[in-house]
């Protein structure tokens, strides 16, 4: 029987994209929580893809890379943009942040 190796874990810090180093890791972190809940919208509607790219003015192609989680080729202004298509209110709150808060808060109601 073989020895398993040792594992190390490491904690995170809430936000893989900071963990992995990335420069632009709050901008890609506050774009992939925008585009997991609007995939989660337009999953909700049980529409065919192609009605979806029909309906919000997309190529069919750009709906499939939404709902695979390629958000990377969308702005948030795109995806900011998408939910006002489908009715959503969004609303960027600016205040002090208090000791220990995350500067960069995306939060849906």
Same mark, same amino acid.
């Given at each position: 029987m073989? @020895?398993?190796?040792?594992?190390?874990?490491? /904690?995170? $810090?809430?936000? !893989?994209? +900071?963990?992995? %180093?990335?420069?632009? +890791?709050? /901008?890609? /972190? +506050?774009r %992939?929580?925008? %585009? !997991? #809940?609007?995939?989660?919208?337009?999953?909700? @509607?049980?529409? @065919?893809? @192609?009605d979806?790219?029909?309906?919000? #003015?997309?190529?069919?192609?750009?709906? $499939?890379?939404?709902?695979?989680g #390629?958000?990377?080729?969308?702005?948030?202004?795109?995806?900011?943009?998408?939910?006002?298509?489908l009715?959503?209110?969004?609303?960027?709150?600016? $205040?002090?942040?208090?000791? %220990?808060e995350? =500067?960069?808060? !995306? +939060? =849906?109601?």
């Open positions: 073989s @020895k398993k190796p040792n594992t190390e874990f490491t /904690e995170s $810090s809430g936000n !893989v994209f +900071a963990d992995m %180093g990335l420069a632009d +890791a709050k /901008e890609l /972190e +506050a %992939g929580l925008i %585009g !997991v #809940h609007l995939v989660q919208l337009l999953k909700s @509607k049980e529409m @065919k893809q @192609k979806i790219a029909t309906m919000l #003015h997309l190529k069919p192609a750009e709906v $499939s890379h939404l709902f695979n #390629h958000f990377s080729r969308f702005s948030t202004d795109k995806l900011l943009s998408l939910l006002a298509d009715e959503h209110k969004v609303t960027i709150q600016i $205040s002090p942040r208090k000791q %220990g995350p =500067f960069q808060e !995306v +939060a =849906f109601v």
